[in-house]
């Protein structure tokens, strides 16, 4: 890519803020969008109509400007405490409404994004449809148990994503679809749960992210990777 144009979705979080001034600094991109909840069109993870708006905004503005599509498209989106409410430890502390949103933020919230940002993607050169998840989505490599809900969501997260990569890139073969392993970032998502000594900066995630990013092949399937480049078993 020589000039791009990259897109942020969850730009108010700590990594989607980071994201999007990665962006914002690079002489190579021509156009990056934040968007959230608190942007201007804004978009509700619980809301599709709002999903939809957004992404029909977006559209819209640039056919009218004939700026084209997004090289970038960075779904930084998610939650772990949600309601106040963490992750579980043991299996009797589940509860249904909690496992249900964790899976609406976590999950449904994604897919309806990629449902409707995706079309936005560039379909005729490289392009890059990126989601947060975690290593804790790995049923594989899953070892201590516990944290249900926010497993679940992520592994399913993880399923949606891949399955969407199948289908569009029939039509977008040069795409890359990738689940991210960010590592535990410094955020108010992390705080709660691991001490600021054994995390890394938002800015520092999003830079090894990007040179992961940069390496991957367009395989019409989908990574699961880590900040330091290594693919996680599903």
């Not at 054994?198 to 990013?213: N, W």
Request: include cysteine; proline fraction near 4%; aromatic fraction near 6%.
């Amino acid at each position: 890519m020589s000039t791009y144009q990259a897109l942020v979705l969850g730009s108010s979080g700590a990594i989607g803020r980071a994201w999007l001034a990665h962006f914002q600094s690079d002489v190579n991109c021509r156009l990056a969008v934040g968007l959230s909840l608190s942007s201007s069109p804004a978009f509700d993870l619980q809301n599709e109509d709002s999903m939809a708006h957004c992404a029909a905004a977006l559209r819209s503005e640039s056919e009218q400007q004939g700026s084209g599509s997004f090289q970038w498209i960075i779904d930084a989106t998610g939650a772990l405490t949600i309601d106040g409410v963490g992750p579980e430890k043991r299996i009797d502390a589940l509860n249904a409404q909690h496992l249900l949103k964790q899976f609406e933020i976590n999950a449904v919230g994604p897919a309806l994004l990629m449902k409707h940002f995706s079309t936005l993607l560039a379909t005729h050169e490289r392009a890059v449809y990126a989601t947060l998840s975690a290593r804790v989505g790995s049923i594989e490599d899953n070892h201590k148990g516990g944290w249900y809900g926010y497993r679940a969501a992520k592994a399913a997260r993880n399923m949606l994503l891949q399955t969407a990569a199948i289908e569009l890139s029939r039509k977008r073969p040069l795409a890359v679809f990738a689940a991210l392993q960010p590592g535990t970032v410094e955020s108010r998502l992390s705080s709660p749960f691991v001490s600021a000594g054994h995390t890394i900066a938002p800015e520092l995630a999003v830079s090894k992210l990007m040179t992961v990013l940069i390496d991957l092949p367009a395989n019409g399937r989908a990574h699961f990777v880590d900040h330091a480049g290594q693919h996680i078993p599903w």
